[in-house]
Structures are given as structure tokens and as C-alpha cells.
């Protein structure tokens, strides 16, 4: 008898539209690829680069696409159940628990491996053009976009376990999985083949943290061990196993050669964490799931003095201390979102600022010592990289449930009794977004101060580079509410608004891995105006990035998309805020 | 009643709303007085919702017109926010907001100075009972805890009229007990409240007037009297012996007084008859003199009130919940 979860979920998922218009979507888009590469002049290439340029610019985008798709789904698929109240009819039915971890993995796992499958009549091609192997390029790479789709399922099903709210889940799992993806290849970006300088400099002076921590992890791995450990730490994300298959496995590592493995260290950690997350789910799919006490509301202000007395000493801002009333000048509405945010109350800030500095003081150590070895525009790139990850992935977090959270939870319409303009609500609910980037992007400045003080011809550079900051700040938090007054369920809010943002970060720079072949200078370049990090890196004069001119065009596409952003924002709002 | 009881505070003419070919509300006229409490009832479906939303300004109607105290609902939605406390079926909960935040987001948004607004919370909280959860998270609390707080948060801005939907729905006996008190406390303290309820017994021991309402159109409008005599038809008359061997003896005195028609249904266990006539008081006199020259015992002789839930379902036809045909504009 076939499972009834899978029946369910991924059946009924599959009949609906949304789940057409993706793979309508996704043929398409690699269908438009196959053609905008495919020889029209009768001319063969024969050196094969032409097919290495389609798999490469392939390879990318479907892994882009499947960190985009893969979470979306599982992600809701067990707090959803639990907020509608079918996991305790699930879990109390006659399946067995095996049956139902079964078909949450089948149903989770399930939608992305066919996505993956349809495209394989592309992946033919590459080999049709010839120059690209089928057991050493292809089917590694297959097996790559599959082992990933498989970990990130799981990762989101066990991630929904533990959330409270959809569009909780939803932001988490894509943290973790943008934070894996992309920061795991940060010290080995930082490091690989430095490790033995930085080691000798560490023995001359040995004063300060770093080099102290280095010394420590000398004597545990050892000199040629800590550069296997960064390079199993960078294939914990499945992006250098792809830039190993389509050739790319050198980029980043500075004119060093790259050992090479990292699709066999990729296919060891996913498989690894995919067994780990399966068990620890099995663990977490019991009755049990739902024995969770009730809070009492304790507050620090109702315990004796001696209590208080300690509180006070433990806490510089206490979290159970009793909050104040909404004061008179303050917009309501922000306040509300604050308080109602899991990290947005403010002893939550504080901890969020203080990481954030710690991060930033952490890196501007990093980039004193590295400048001994690296040049300074790669430090700023470090930064700008750095800042521009904080950005993707907080603005979508903490805008995509700025009106849909509050439309799915039956809130706005008791703000609709209220007397609250839609301008004070529109204002309110993107202050308290905009004030939480600030805090956080302020923090991260003391490494661009380093880096003016290492060179300071580079004020000018720095500036521009803050600006591009700003404007990607804005344009992707106002993106992310007008995606929230669009859609009416946060979830698909949330993955609507990740889609922009990571589209406009990360996929306009696949065609720049494809100039010179498929796309001309021209093309590139217009592509790359759309991109804030792009423009950043360029007017670092980061190299790969110094020949393009983006800065000006990439300010008026900005904030024009900000203006248009702004303007669905407030036509949706006020739609919302009138009588049906 | 003073002067001012007789002020209308709740009024709608004609009001109709359709969806497309779909007939939600069709001329609905209602009227309702200071301090009244109105019982809006209906199976599933019916129209109350519409009416409610409409009211409180979420909604236009295609046709007709709604007041409250004056304000029309569809022109003047700033005024009408202030005169209306909505409680809907839904709670609309935060999450990690405790109860006192809560109300205080809420007073703020209606612009209460700061002192006000906690004095008011703390007079809103006493009112319903929830000063004890004020420092709980509203998304931990009960659904009576909710509909509590739901209850404070109506009436913070201190509003005239109150539209309570389904407030005892789902609540247990004791909660229930709880909400009714309430509710007459707040009618007493001069509110106007509509509530719309499945809990036809509850709101037939606290409403002054009441609405029935099916497929979009009321059935039945007035006190629960009014209704009474509007549905009551034939009376049923209980009458009750001393003792229960007399019992073959009054049938046959009721079937040679009111017909074959009477439907007497007997029990001599209970020493009861209960039998349906379309008679008046004097005839009912007559019968009970005929009973006592015969030597009947009689205990009792009274008519069975008829209770809200017969009403309902006499002027509803017997209509379930969620069967109601589609209806379609003429």
C-alpha cells in the first residue's frame, strides 16, 4: 500500500500550480540556455570550450535554483501541520513512525529531485556539443545537485520540527543553508596557502589572538593538517564541488593550486549530516514532538528584591524585566514589530550588535595580519562580501512578514479597526527593519576603518562601496515587503522575497562565468549593473570585476527598483486597508 | 427607561451585499437601542458575518445603508472606529507579546495618552478577570484566556457599541457562566452590544432582542416574546395531575374539549398531559373547571414557553448548518 503522507503531499503538491509553473519556469529558462549557446553558424567548436561554458553556466544556475526551491516546501511541511493541528492526528494515526519520517522525506526530498531530473535533456546536450565527460563531469555533477537537494531537505524538515511559525522556519532554513553554502568557503578563501607564512610570522612575533589560536591548531593538526581541515570546512557547501566539475576548482585560491577532492569531501560530509539529520529526525517525529509547557509570563518585577538584585547583576538588559508603554512620539506599529519579532526585543539586539562587532573586529584582526599577504582590495572585498551576505539574509527575514505574518495571524484586521493610517503602518512596520540593518551594518564599519587606515587612498573607493550597502539595504527590504503585500501567506512570501534578492546577488553573475564565449563583454556588463556585489567588488577594483564600469548604472537600477518597491508597498497596503 | 435608552444606536436599511451572482445579505433591517443586547443568530452561512463586517467597516454593502450612532459605516470609517469594539471569531494573536503589550499596542493605536491608556488597561483587565495573565504570552493563553483579553481589547477606547462574534464559542460551562455575567455587566455600564452565537440557550438568557437570520434574509426580528408569539402557533399546554391514575380521565376530557387535533401525548408515570391547541385563556379556564367538577386532582395547569432554540428552528425551517442552497440574485 503506498504511503498516504507522500499521496498527500507530494501528489497533491505536484498537481498544483505553483508546482507546474516552476518546472514550466525552470525548462524554460535552461531551454532559452541551450539555445543562446548552440552553434547557428555551421562553425563546430572543436576544443569543447563552447559545451564547458554551457555545463558551467548549467552547473550553477540549477544549484542557485535548487538552494532557492529546495528549502521552500519542507521547510513549513511539519510546523504547518502542527499549527493546523494535523501532526497530533498524524502522529496518533495508525502509521508507523518509519512510515511517516518516510513519507516527509519522500514528499520533501521529492519535488526537487524531479526538478533536477527535468533537466537532463540539457545536460545531453553538453555532451552532444562534445568536450565535456560523461562519468567524470556529468554524473558527479548529478550527483552533487542531488546529494545537496537530499541535505537541504532534510535540513529545512528538521528545522520546521523545532519552529513555532512557517515564516520562522522558512527564514532559519535559509540562513543556514545561505550561511553554509556561502561562509563555510571564507577561511579558505582567507587562508589556503598561507597557513605556513602565517605560521612563521606567528613564531617571530606569538603576541597576539590569532596567532596564538594558530599555534594551538598547529600542534593539533598540524602544519599540512590545517590545510586539510580549511578545505574539508569549505566543502561543507556543495559550491566548490560544482567549481571542481566545471572547472572552476581555482578561483579564489589565488594563483595557488587547489588540491582538488572536493566533490568526494562534499559527498562524505552530505552524506554524513543527511544520515545525522534523519535520525535526529526520527528522534523528533514522536508524540512527544508536542509535550511543550506553557510559559507562565514570569516577569523579573514580581520577584523579591533578592532576586531582582540578581537579575540586575546577571543582566545588562534584562529579558523578563516588564517593558515600558509605547511612548507618545514612537509609531505604535514599530514598536509591535520589535515586541513581536523573535530577535527584535532589545536585550535579542544587543547580543545580535555585540556578534556583529565581535564579527567585524574579528575580521579587521583577520585583515591586519593578512595584509601581509594579501592586497587591500581583497580585504575590502572580504568585508563587502561579508556585508552584503549580512543584507541578503536578514532583509528578506525580517521584511517578507511584515504583511503577510500580520494578514495570515488575523492581525490586520484589528489594525484595520484601529485608527492607524496606512502611511503610519507602511512607516512603522519598515523603520523597525530598517533600524535593525543599520545597528547591525554600523557594527560591521570597524574593518572598513581598518582598512582606511592601512591605505588611505581608498576613502573614496570605501564610500561608494558603503553607499552600494545602503542601497541594496533598502531596495532589498522594500522588495521583501512588497512581496509580503502581494503574497498572503508568509512562506511564500518569505521564498518570493529570497528569490529577488538572491536573483539580483547571485544569479546575474552567471553570465560573467560565461563571457567571452556565450555572452559578450556588452551583455555582461548589463548584467552586472543589476548586481550590488558585482559593483561593489568593482569598485574595489577587486580583479575579474576592475573592467567594468557599474557603479552609476547600478545606483539608478537600485533605486529605481526601490521606488517601484516602495509604490506596490503602499498601492498594496492601502488596498488592504480598505473596506472589501 | 430614560430618554436616552431610546436612542438608536445600531441601524441598517435595507442593507444587502452580494458576490457576484451570490446573495450574501438581502435588506436587512435592524434596529438597536442604547444598553440592548441583540442576538444575532443563524445557521452557517446565513449572512451574519457579512453583517458584522459591514457594521464595523471591513466591508461595503451593494446596497442599503448602515448606521451606528449616527455614523454611516460606508462614509465615515474614522468616526466609526471609535464607536465599535469588533470582536471577531478569530483571535489575531501576536506572538512573544504579553498580554499587557498587547493592549497597549492597541491603545496607542488609538492615540490614548500614555497615562490613560495604562490606567485604562488596568480598568479593562479588572472588568474581564484577565488582570491575572497581564504579564503571559498571548499566544500561550486558553481560548477563554483569549477571548478575555479579546473582550479588553474591545473596549479599550472605550467604545458605545460592542459586535462580539461567537464570544462562548468553545468556551466550558464555567467560562461560559463567566462570559454571560460579562456581558450583562457591560449592557448594565450602558453598551450596546451585538453577539452573535450557536449557543442559543446563552443568548436567550441575556439578549433583549433578537435576529434571525437565514440565507441572507431575516426570518424573525423583535424581543424574544415578539419571536415567541411570531412562532408559537398552536400553544402547548402541560397539565399535571396529583396523581397518575387520573391520567386516562383528563385525555379523554382534553379530546372532548379540543378535538382530535389536540396531539395529547400522556404520562402517567409523570402524571403529565401535554397537548398542542389553538385555544385562548378562557377556553384554558374552562378545562380546568370541567377537570375539578370531574374530581381530577389537578396540580398544574400552565403553557410550555417556547425556547429560542424552537424558534430558531421553527423559523428556519429545521435549515443544518452549511446546507443552504446557493443563492442567486434575482
Known amino acids: ?580 | 427607561m430614560t430618554q436616552s435608552d431610546d436612542q438608536v444606536l445600531v441601524k441598517t436599511v435595507k442593507l444587502t451585499k452580494r458576490f457576484g451572482d451570490f446573495v450574501a445579505l438581502n435588506a436587512l433591517d435592524l434596529e438597536l437601542r442604547r444598553k440592548q443586547i441583540l442576538g444575532f443568530i443563524g445557521p452557517n452561512g446565513a449572512g451574519k458575518t457579512t453583517t458584522i463586517r459591514i457594521l464595523v467597516g471591513l466591508s461595503r454593502p451593494t446596497s442599503g445603508e448602515a448606521f451606528v450612532a449616527d455614523c454611516d459605516c460606508t462614509q465615515d470609517s474614522k468616526r466609526l472606529k471609535r464607536l465599535i469594539g469588533y470582536l471577531p471569531d478569530t483571535f489575531g494573536s501576536y506572538d512573544n507579546m504579553r498580554v499587557r503589550e498587547y493592549l497597549d499596542f492597541f491603545g496607542a493605536a488609538f492615540k490614548m495618552p500614555r497615562k490613560r491608556r495604562v490606567a485604562r488597561i488596568e480598568e479593562v483587565m479588572e472588568l474581564t478577570d484577565s488582570g491575572w495573565m497581564r504579564d503571559r504570552y498571548v499566544e500561550t493563553l486558553s481560548h477563554g484566556m483569549k477571548q478575555k483579553v479579546g473582550i479588553a481589547r474591545t473596549l479599550l477606547h472605550d467604545p458605545p457599541v460592542l459586535i462580539l462574534d461567537e464570544p462562548a464559542n468553545g468556551l466550558d460551562p464555567k467560562a461560559r457562566i463567566e462570559m454571560r455575567d460579562l456581558l450583562l455587566r457591560l449592557a448594565d455600564m450602558g453598551k450596546t452590544l451585538i453577539v452573535t452565537s450557536h449557543i442559543l440557550s446563552e443568548l436567550s438568557r441575556i439578549c433583549d432582542v433578537v435576529s434571525i437570520i437565514t440565507h441572507g434574509e431575516q426570518r424573525a426580528f423583535g424581543t424574544l416574546d415578539e419571536i415567541n408569539r411570531l412562532v408559537s402557533g398552536p400553544r402547548l399546554i402541560e397539565l399535571t395531575l396529583a396523581d397518575g391514575t387520573e391520567i386516562e380521565a383528563a385525555t379523554r376530557l382534553i379530546n372532548e374539549m379540543f378535538g382530535p387535533n389536540a396531539e395529547v401525548q400522556a404520562s402517567a408515570q409523570e402524571a403529565q398531559v401535554r397537548f398542542t391547541a389553538e385555544a385562548d385563556d378562557a377556553k384554558l379556564s374552562g378545562l380546568l373547571t370541567s377537570a375539578v367538577k370531574q374530581g381530577l386532582r389537578v396540580a398544574q395547569l400552565h403553557e410550555v414557553p417556547v425556547d429560542l432554540e424552537d424558534a430558531f428552528l421553527q423559523v428556519t425551517g429545521g435549515v443544518a448548518a452549511d446546507d443552504s442552497p446557493s443563492r442567486k440574485a434575482n
Open chain 1, 1 to 580: 500500500m503506498a504511503n498516504p503522507i507522500i499521496q498527500r503531499e507530494l501528489i497533491g503538491m505536484l498537481r498544483t500550480k505553483r508546482a507546474q509553473a516552476i518546472q514550466v519556469l525552470l525548462l524554460s529558462g535552461l531551454t532559452a540556455l541551450v539555445l543562446a549557446v548552440w552553434p547557428t553558424d555551421a562553425i563546430a567548436n572543436l576544443d569543447g570550450s563552447g559545451a564547458a561554458r554551457l555545463l558551467s553556466t548549467f552547473g550553477y544556475g540549477l544549484l542557485v535554483a535548487l538552494i532557492l526551491i529546495a528549502p521552500a516546501y519542507p521547510a513549513v511541511a511539519i510546523v504547518r501541520e502542527r499549527q493546523q493541528g494535523t501532526l497530533v492526528l498524524l502522529l496518533t494515526s495508525g502509521l508507523s513512525p518509519g512510515s511517516i519520517l518516510v513519507g516527509k522525506i519522500v514528499a520533501a526530498a521529492g519535488f526537487v529531485l524531479l526538478l533536477i531530473a527535468l533537466s537532463l535533456p540539457v545536460a545531453v546536450t553538453c555532451i552532444v556539443m562534445g568536450g565535456v565527460s560523461l562519468t567524470g563531469q556529468l554524473l558527479p555533477l548529478y550527483l552533487v545537485l542531488g546529494l545537496a537537494a537530499i541535505q537541504y531537505s532534510m535540513l529545512a524538515l528538521l528545522v520546521s520540527s523545532y519552529a513555532r511559525t512557517g515564516d520562522g522556519a522558512m527564514r532559519l532554513t535559509y540562513g543556514l543553508i545561505l550561511g553554509f553554502a556561502v561562509l563555510t568557503l571564507v577561511p579558505y578563501f582567507l587562508l589556503h596557502g598561507k597557513v605556513g607564512m602565517l605560521l612563521d610570522r606567528g613564531d617571530q612575533t606569538g603576541t597576539d589572538v590569532i596567532m596564538i589560536l594558530f599555534n594551538v591548531l598547529q600542534g593539533i593538526f598540524g602544519e599540512a593538517g590545517l590545510e586539510t581541515l580549511l578545505e574539508w570546512i569549505r566543502a561543507i557547501g556543495p559550491i566548490p564541488a560544482v567549481m571542481e566539475l566545471t572547472g572552476h576548482g581555482e578561483v579564489g585560491s589565488q594563483g595557488i593550486a587547489a588540491a582538488g577532492g572536493a566533490v568526494f569531501r562534499f559527498g562524505v560530509i552530505a552524506l554524513v549530516t543527511t544520515a545525522g539529520m534523519i535520525v535526529w529526525l526520527s528522534i523528533r517525529l514522536r508524540p512527544t514532538l508536542l509535550d511543550r509547557s506553557r510559559s507562565s509570563g514570569v516577569t523579573t518585577d514580581d520577584l523579591d528584591k533578592r532576586g531582582r538584585l540578581i537579575r540586575r547583576l546577571q543582566f545588562i538588559i534584562d529579558p523578563q524585566r516588564r517593558s515600558s508603554s509605547i511612548g507618545p512620539l514612537t509609531n505604535p506599529v514599530m514598536v509591535k514589530e520589535f515586541r513581536c519579532r523573535a530577535m527584535g526585543r532589545s536585550h535579542w539586539m544587543a547580543r545580535m550588535i555585540g556578534f556583529c562587532l565581535i564579527m567585524s573586529l574579528v575580521l579587521a584582526l583577520f585583515s591586519t595580519i593578512a595584509t601581509q599577504v594579501l592586497e587591500s582590495q581583497f580585504l575590502g572585498a572580504i568585508l563587502a562580501i561579508f556585508q552584503m551576505g549580512l543584507i541578503a539574509l536578514l532583509a528578506p527575514a525580517l521584511s517578507a512578514g511584515l504583511v503577510a505574518g500580520e494578514v495570515e495571524s488575523g492581525g490586520w484586521e484589528l489594525m484595520q479597526l484601529t485608527p492607524l493610517s496606512p502611511v503610519t503602518i507602511v512607516v512603522g512596520k519598515l523603520a523597525s527593519v530598517f533600524w535593525t540593518l543599520s545597528l547591525l551594518l554600523v557594527a560591521t564599519v570597524p574593518g572598513y576603518v581598518v582598512l582606511l587606515i592601512i591605505e588611505r587612498g581608498v576613502a573614496m573607493r570605501v564610500v561608494n562601496v558603503l553607499i552600494c550597502m545602503v542601497l541594496l539595504g533598502v531596495t532589498a527590504t522594500l522588495t521583501s515587503a512588497a512581496c509580503s503585500s502581494i503574497f498572503r501567506r508568509t512562506a511564500a512570501a518569505t521564498v518570493a522575497a529570497y528569490v529577488a534578492v538572491v536573483s539580483v546577488c547571485v544569479l546575474t553573475l552567471l553570465p560573467w562565468l560565461g563571457e567571452g564565449t556565450m555572452f559578450g563583454r556588452p551583455m555582461v556588463e548589463k548584467v552586472l549593473m543589476v548586481n550590488p556585489l558585482a559593483t561593489a567588488l568593482s569598485v574595489l577594483n577587486v580583479p575579474g570585476m576592475s573592467q567594468y564600469d557599474l557603479r552609476v548604472g547600478n545606483w539608478w537600477i537600485m533605486g529605481a527598483t526601490s521606488v517601484a518597491a516602495l509604490l506596490v508597498l503602499t498601492w498594496r497596503t492601502w488596498r488592504l486597508t480598505r473596506p472589501k
